[in-house]
């Protein structure tokens, strides 16, 4: 009878590969199996031994992508055939990165699993561009919520329930930010209120785009703001320019990153053709 393997949700930090704790890279470094997101730095792939099966299930704009069912599927095959799985994702497995619904499938079919924590970009990102979420005298408190699903009848994000003082970070919001920064001012945020948008926070790609939020829905318009992006509001958004430390002109690019946020890679491993590949394993 074969052993039970383990799964590790293994939380990759917000893109800086070097941002990953010493426990996530010790986890990967004895995985058999590494299944892994669109997020994740692909210099951490490297730290797999060469035996491990890498297996691509990212989820974007416009990328074919496994289903959240079939990533949990890929993870239950594979530890009842006695392998170590290493769940590679970006930030915190459980900042809006549903390393939860992983879990309670795991626990429901008696697969043994660990989680080691990530620095969740809702506080990295912010940190590379100057902008600190707390700051004394400036905001005391600050808000996480999801962009993703802030538009329409399917959004979960009550606005009116939202301190109208604080820092309010919005992860996955590029999509709906006109809607975002409308709601918002209906429920008494100032028009004037400074936002800043941060794309492909603390890599060689990272891209900040300021406004007042009356006006950041049509700046981010004009300068093609795409998503990976963090969106934060609030009076510290206007402390980037003031304490900016990063320099990501002086980082080396990373085709392959570049590859992957664009979609257009395919034929490798690494890349999101692999995912028709591989759900099926």
């Known amino acids: 009878m074969t052993r039970l393997g383990k799964v590790i949700l293994v939380g990759a930090g917000p893109g800086d590969p070097d941002l990953i704790t010493l426990k996530g890279v010790r986890a990967i470094r004895q995985a058999d199996v590494l299944v892994y997101d669109r997020l994740v730095n692909q210099q951490l792939l490297h730290e797999a031994p060469p035996w491990a099966e ?22 239950l095959r594979q530890a009842r055939m006695g392998k170590t799985v290493v769940r590679l994702k970006g930030g915190d497995p459980f900042v809006f990165g549903r390393g939860g619904e992983e879990c309670q499938t795991l ?66 919001g ?10 918002l001012m209906e429920h008494g945020r100032a028009p004037q209120t400074p936002v800043a948008i941060i794309e492909q926070g603390s890599t060689a790609e990272q891209r ?25 509001i609030g009076e510290v958004a206007a402390l980037a320019q003031e304490i900016a430390w990063f320099r990501p002109e002086l ?31």
């Not at 924590?117 to 990295?124: E, Q, R």
């Not at 085709?255 to 099926?280: K, R, Y």
């Open 54 to 75: 890498l297996i691509y299930v990212g989820k974007g704009p416009n990328i074919a992508s496994a289903s959240q069912v079939e990533i949990e599927l890929i993870l």
């Open 107 to 172: 626990a429901e079919n008696g697969i043994p699993f660990e989680v080691v924590p990530g620095i969740s970009s809702a506080l990295a990102v912010p940190a590379y561009a100057g902008i600190p979420v707390t700051h004394r005298g400036v905001a005391t408190s600050f808000t996480v919520v999801t962009g993703h699903t802030a538009d329409g009848d399917g959004c979960t994000v009550d606005w009116a329930a939202l301190p109208q003082k604080g820092t309010l970070v919005v992860l996955m």
């Open 174 to 183: 590029v999509k709906n930010l006109p809607h975002i920064a409308a709601r």
């Open 208 to 232: 900040v785009v300021q406004d007042a939020l009356a006006a950041i829905a049509e700046t981010a318009k004009v300068a093609q703001v795409r998503s990976p992006a963090i969106i934060i």
């Open 251 to 281: 980082l080396p690019k990373d085709p392959i990153a570049e590859l992957m946020t664009a979609g257009t890679a395919n034929g490798s491993p690494l890349e999101p053709a692999a995912v028709a590949q591989t759900v099926n394993c």
